[in-house]
């Protein structure tokens, strides 16, 4: 009998054919699985009609309107249309699904009028376009030449081209407000272009101009950082981080928007963390909270010695709350030593064993070798200096000299030196004469 879903008359062996292997012909015309699973219907992840596009190495981006006619694909270069005339050439970063996506975060209805992709770019869009990003920094040296002419307060800090070289956008920062009215005249008069003034915040120049950060990555605001947060020193404090300005802050001058990415893991571990707790007593003394290693969930405490010195004493989060518990019945522990954490990890610093874990990276070098050596070149340099008085050396070195003793300089044996020069002078012509 044959298949009942081919022609052949043999029983069919092919892989999807309905017949359950009743036909063993090898003529069967069934579609295989992966034929069978390419025809199906599936969604269409690009059936939205918007892309987004970045201008300039992603400075900005940008939704615009996709014409049906037009196929186009993630990184192609298009020219669309701008809103002061004209035209723009923008790379396409985002297309499909991953766009609604994007819209719904940006806050951007899907039915909103956007501006349409005009084609896709040609040979002469992109020779003008590389003419527009070689003039840009000399437009920029030149902008803020004209501005400080002009004595206004801001800094010039990019400057941007439109594809066909009609519009030019300069991004400046300032304290306040900046009255430029007569700027953009000079500006339009020569630079020959339509002028837009765009007012931006440190972080936002430094995301526009790049460079590396103390990780040794390129700075976030400049890869993938869009939204900006307000960091405060807070952060730094709940890290246990020095608050030093100067190392807390980025190259924008602001702090640094990493302190912010862990502080929620630092906030969850605090939790468990007692709190007000500055302060242990026990016979021997009052103890001091120094320090808290949050992930090891250690508190070193410490006892204030007569000289000076002080001896510290790490603790786990348990026995911290223990002796807390105990001073809010009046009770006091011996000593905090007691209570030392056992563990190699821990840092025990101790009067005369030292901290645990710590190794010097002079290798086993003492202070006294130090000392040793210090002396030892010491005594080179002074054989190698010269005598103090170089004009009694003779042809064999230098000659041995006299003790002479010098006259004590006492008030009686001091000369008295004449106040007025004139008087003595003319008392000197008349002994001659």
């Known amino acids: 009998m044959g298949c009942s879903n081919c022609s052949s008359t043999g029983g069919c062996s092919s892989t999807g054919c309905g017949d359950n292997g009743n036909c063993n012909s090898g003529g069967c015309n069934k579609l295989n699985t992966f034929d069978w699973l390419a025809n199906m219907e599936m969604p269409d992840m690009a059936q939205l009609d918007v892309v987004e596009l970045s201008f300039k190495d992603n400075m900005r981006k940008a939704f615009y309107r996709l014409p049906p006619y037009l196929q186009i694909h993630t990184g192609d270069l298009v020219a669309v249309e701008s809103k002061s005339g004209g035209y723009d050439i923008g ?26 992709v ?15 990003r070689a003039a840009e920094q000399e437009t920029m040296v030149r902008a803020r030449v004209l501005a400080r002419e002009l004595q206004l307060d801001m800094k010039i800090g990019a400057v941007e081209y439109q594809g066909d070289r009609r519009k030019a956008t300069f991004y400046y920062t300032a304290d306040g407000r900046v009255d430029f009215r007569e700027l953009i005249r000079i500006f339009a008069r020569e630079f020959r272009v339509k002028i837009e003034m765009r007012q931006i915040g440190a972080r936002q120049e430094s995301a526009l101009i790049g460079g590396l950060g103390p990780c040794g990555r390129e700075l976030c605001c400049s890869t993938w950082l869009t939204d900006f947060k307000s960091v405060s020193t807070t952060a730094a404090r709940y890290q246990n981080l020095a608050i030093n300005q100067s190392k807390l802050s980025g190259q924008c001058g602001r702090l640094k928007c990493c302190l912010n990415f862990e502080l929620n893991t630092y906030l969850d571990a605090l939790k468990t963390f007692p709190k007000h707790i500055h302060r242990l007593e026990t016979e021997k003394g009052s103890a001091q909270l120094l320090k808290t290693d949050i992930f090891k969930r250690i508190m070193y405490f410490a006892y204030q010695k007569e000289f000076g010195g002080m001896e510290v004493f790490p603790l786990s989060v348990e026995r911290v709350q223990e002796i807390a518990a105990q001073n809010k019945k009046g009770q006091k522990p011996y000593h905090l030593s007691e209570f030392i954490v056992d563990n190699k990890t821990s840092h025990h610093f101790n009067k005369e064993t030292g901290p645990d874990d710590f190794v010097d990276g002079s290798g086993s070098l003492e202070l006294s070798e130090l000392k040793e050596d210090r002396k030892r070149n010491n005594r080179k340099r002074k054989r190698k200096r010269k005598p103090k008085n170089p004009t009694n050396q003779g042809p064999k070195g230098p000659q041995p000299t006299e003790n002479k003793t010098k006259p004590s300089r006492s008030k009686s044996n001091r000369k008295k030196r004449p106040r007025n020069s004139q008087n003595n002078k003319a008392k000197h012509d008349a002994n001659k004469k």
């Open 118 to 132: 005009l084609r896709t770019a040609n040979e002469r869009d992109l020779e003008r376009l590389a003419e527009a």
């Open 91 to 116: 790379r396409v970063s985002l297309m499909g699904e991953l766009v609604r996506l994007q819209m719904k975060k940006k806050r951007v209805k899907p039915n909103a009028i956007l501006p349409n």
